[in-house]
């Protein structure tokens, strides 16, 4: 539960925490300043390349990750494709993508202990402020790693819903949700007690 870390290994696992996190912060400052779609074509076919690199069973993990997106990428088709856009958001579902597609690369090849390490070291700043560095970090790598959770999370339940019903389930999802998002943190709540707390 608190690793997201893909077991095929590959180069950039070897490649430390803090690099990796650092090239990440600036690609994506890149990509969101990127405004043609030559250019985030161009970043699309790069973070591919990137991904491939590491090998098909790698890169299939890496896909499989991207799929929670695809409801979020129609959505944004249509509402773009209704406003009068003819490339119908071409270009804002291409940097979503390349930015979650690199964000997945980081994670799956950086273990969660390595993040908590670099976050710790920059939360110290807000240790004389009143907030423990390390409990800062682990806040911030949870979040990291529950994002991609509580989106399997609602697909599995919108796949459980269109199974019993021919209804859309749009807002119908936000309660299961919540509450498996409540079941999992009381979950690693109970698992970090027993492990003596943050400290």
Same mark, same amino acid.
Do not use: Y
């Given at each position: 539960?608190?690793?997201?870390?893909?077991?095929?290994?590959?180069?950039?696992?070897?490649?430390?925490?803090?690099?990796? *996190? /650092? &090239? $990440?912060?600036?690609?994506t400052?890149?990509?969101?300043? @990127?405004?043609?779609? #030559?250019?985030? !074509?161009?970043?699309?076919?790069?973070?591919?390349?990137?991904i491939?690199?590491?090998?098909?069973?790698?890169?299939?993990?890496?896909?499989?990750?991207?799929?929670?997106?695809?409801?979020?990428?129609?959505?944004?088709?249509?509402?773009?494709?209704?406003?009068?856009?003819?490339?119908?958001?071409?270009?804002?579902?291409?940097?979503?993508?390349?930015?979650?597609?690199?964000?997945?690369?980081?994670?799956?090849?950086?273990?969660?202990?390595?993040? *908590? /390490? &670099? $976050?710790?070291?920059?939360?110290?700043?807000?240790?004389? @402020?009143?907030?423990? #560095?390390?409990? !800062?970090?682990?806040?911030?790598?949870l979040?990291?790693?529950?994002?991609?959770?509580?989106?399997?999370?609602?697909?599995?339940?919108?796949?459980?819903?269109?199974?019993?019903?021919?209804?859309?389930?749009?807002?119908?999802?936000?309660?299961?949700?919540?509450?498996?998002?409540?079941?999992?943190?009381?979950?690693?709540?109970?698992?970090?007690?027993?492990?003596?707390?943050?400290?």
């Amino acid at each position: 539960m608190l690793t997201l870390t893909c077991p095929h290994d590959t180069w950039a696992h070897r490649i430390p925490a803090g690099p990796k *996190m /650092a &090239v $990440l912060g600036l690609w994506t400052v890149a990509l969101f300043s @990127l405004t043609t779609l #030559p250019a985030l !074509l161009t970043a699309s076919v790069a973070i591919t390349t990137l991904i491939l690199s590491g090998g098909l069973p790698f890169a299939r993990t890496s896909a499989l990750m991207l799929r929670p997106l695809w409801p979020f990428v129609l959505i944004v088709a249509l509402w773009q494709g209704w406003m009068g856009d003819p490339t119908w958001g071409a270009a804002p579902i291409l940097r979503l993508i390349t930015a979650v597609a690199a964000a997945n690369f980081v994670t799956m090849t950086t273990r969660l202990t390595d993040m *908590m /390490a &670099v $976050l710790t070291r920059l939360a110290r700043p807000f240790g004389p @402020l009143g907030l423990p #560095p390390r409990r !800062l970090a682990l806040a911030l790598a949870l979040v990291i790693r529950f994002i991609p959770v509580m989106l399997q999370h609602m697909q599995i339940i919108r796949l459980a819903f269109r199974a019993r019903s021919p209804r859309r389930p749009g807002w119908r999802l936000f309660v299961p949700t919540l509450l498996a998002a409540l079941d999992d943190a009381e979950r690693v709540a109970e698992a970090l007690r027993a492990r003596g707390g943050v400290g």
